[in-house]
């Protein structure tokens, strides 16, 4: 799932893969705002047919939250 996710980021922060680790912090290291995350789980959304609620949204700081949780989601 790191590496879906990954690509899906580096796509919109248009920034290169390597930059992106499970440790970034979205919004520090790798300089994303709440409307790119927002696009990030509508992505994931879309491409694996699930539902992540919105109160989620402020508890991912790093890549690797978003991973965890996917996986916790079986996805």
């Avoid at 990954?6 to 893969?17: G, M």
């Avoid at 930059?19 to 912090?25: A, C, F, G, V």
Wanted: avoid cysteine; charged fraction near 35%; aromatic fraction near 6%.
């Amino acid at each position: 799932m790191f590496e879906e996710v990954k690509k899906i980021l580096a796509k919109q922060l248009r920034i290169s893969e390597d930059q992106i680790t499970l440790e970034s912090r979205i919004f520090e290291d790798l300089k994303a705002d709440s409307l790119n995350i927002m696009m990030l789980l509508m992505t994931i959304e879309e491409d694996y047919g699930i539902v992540i609620p919105d109160e989620k949204l402020t508890s991912f700081k790093t890549v690797g939250d978003v991973v965890k949780y996917l996986d916790n989601q079986g996805k």
